[in-house]
């Protein structure tokens, strides 16, 4: 499953960093998606090889970048994916939201909770707390970066705002 599959980016090509789709010549676009065919038959070599074999020529090709990385996930490679996954927000941190979470989720595969907790940009935390995420690892995630639930203090009467005290003793 590709939980970290990133789509091409739709960012405008005077605001991008790095490399896109747009910018490689036919034969590294054959490369490609050759790549992305593999990895969709679950052939990891074959398509990590052509993904390699791509980012030689196009160093900050941050697509390409991110779907090496996300193979590497999905074979439990989590040290390389992470390495990638960094060096794809490194390349072009604007590219897209998601990379952000995945490098949170391979950091906490990794067991490196607060390191996952303090990479994901402040604006992103709203984003993640809000998901349905489940599992024990997302929960820990969860505890790190969202703020808790906020929860009625003893002394606090702001609850009675706008509450006839009559109605109340009645």
Do not use: W
Not at 54 to 67: A, C, I, M, N, S
Not at 86 to 100: F, G, H, Q, T
Request: net charge neutral.
């Amino acid at each position: 499953i590709f939980v970290f599959s990133i789509m091409l980016s739709t960012c405008g090509m005077s605001f991008c960093q790095g490399t896109t789709a747009l910018d490689l010549n036919p034969n590294e676009l054959k490369i490609f998606f050759e790549a992305k065919k593999a990895a969709q038959k679950g052939d990891y070599k074959k398509s990590n090889a052509k993904y390699q074999d791509l980012l030689k020529k196009k160093p900050d090709f941050t697509e390409g970048v991110l779907r090496l990385a996300s193979n590497y996930f999905s074979n439990k490679d989590y040290l390389k994916a992470e390495v990638l996954f960094m060096n794809a927000i490194k390349i072009n941190p604007e590219y897209d939201a998601e990379m952000y979470f995945s490098l949170a989720v391979t950091e906490i595969e990794l067991k490196k909770y607060l390191l996952a907790a303090s990479g994901l940009p402040s604006s992103h935390k709203v984003d993640f707390c809000a998901e349905t995420l489940t599992g024990m690892k997302a929960e820990i995630l969860k505890l790190l970066i969202c703020p808790p639930p906020k929860q009625q203090d003893d002394h606090d009467s702001s609850f009675l705002t706008g509450i006839d005290p009559i109605t109340i003793i009645k």
